[in-house]
């Protein structure tokens, strides 16, 4: 309290004797607060956790060229958990019971249901893997119609992988939003802290870079977002990141040769055309200035 006769109140927030108060638990260990960061932690890892994806595969000799041979798109198959936390405690104990321990006082470990259970959960894990990697083969989502098959028959398999690129995502942008705008909340701070430490990784937003940071006169001109036609038109997928795709965008490229309007497409070109009354002297007759056939 302010001295009597002051006019002066207390002032309310992180004041030395409010923090004093409000702290009355004299022997707190932080035990729940560590609990609450390892289950957070848990969370975190189980979200981000590397996925596994499938290479593309070479077509075997005598199959046919229907299938799709392209790679698995990425999805996990196996987490942290708990459980495995706990087996690794616990050969942890086993290794140094048996360093330490004395040979002439044998000490029994049997073997536990968990164990079991876990082997044939792996085994479960990699009969799923053979099977989605069938699936994959016989079907490519990519090509018009089989998504939508896909999604009566095995919508699993589907949703399991845009999971997985929500995850993605999710942490690609909170990161940036975090390194950009710093730490406003607590799973902000924790979050950052995991980062940092190495305990979560995930992919990163590109950085689009400024076209002229200078910002010269030139960058508000018109033709700085002139975009010049490009001769061919470039084949479907020719962009993707993923899947069956070429080295560079332009080696699937269909060329314009005999189609239609796949010649004189600049922007020069068809300017000269507009002005021009004729632009195909072989093709038509002269015409008068009333826009008809000159006569001959």
Not at 89 to 104: D, H, Y
Not at 163 to 191: C, S
Request: charged share 25%; aromatic share 10%.
């Amino acid at each position: 309290m302010a001295p009597p006769g002051s006019g002066m109140a207390e002032t309310q927030g992180t004041s030395a004797m409010s923090l004093y108060n409000a702290n009355t638990d004299s022997g707190g260990l932080g035990m729940g607060m560590a609990q609450n960061l390892h289950d957070y932690e848990m969370v975190n890892r189980q979200k981000m956790v590397p996925p596994t994806g499938g290479s593309d595969m070479s077509r075997p000799s005598g199959a046919p060229e229907w299938y799709n041979y392209s790679g698995m798109q990425p999805a996990k198959y196996a987490v942290p958990t708990e459980m495995k936390d706990r087996m690794v405690a616990r050969a942890a104990i086993r290794n140094a019971a048996a360093e330490q321990g004395s040979a002439a006082v044998p000490r029994p470990d049997p073997i536990q249901d968990m164990e079991v259970d876990y082997l044939q959960a792996m085994q479960k894990q990699g009969e799923l893997a053979d099977f989605d990697r069938y699936i994959n083969t016989l079907v490519d989502v990519r090509k018009p119609g089989n998504l939508k098959w896909l999604m009566e028959v095995y919508p699993e398999f589907v949703h399991r992988r845009v999971a997985q690129v929500h995850d993605d995502y999710d942490f690609a942008i909170r990161k940036q939003m975090i390194d950009n705008w710093g730490v406003n909340t607590f799973d902000d701070l924790h979050f950052l802290y995991l980062c940092d430490q190495g305990k979560i990784d995930g992919p990163q937003l590109s950085r689009r870079k400024a076209k002229d940071a200078s910002y010269r006169t030139g960058y508000l001109a018109p033709y700085q977002f002139f975009q010049k036609h490009k001769s061919g038109v470039q084949l479907p997928f020719a962009s993707a990141t993923t899947g069956q795709r070429p080295r560079a965008r332009t080696d699937w490229t269909q060329s314009d040769g005999g189609q239609p309007l796949g010649e004189d497409r600049g922007i020069n070109q068809m300017a000269r055309h507009v002005m021009q009354l004729n632009p195909d002297r072989q093709r038509y007759a002269d015409y008068d200035g009333s826009g008809n056939a000159a006569a001959a």
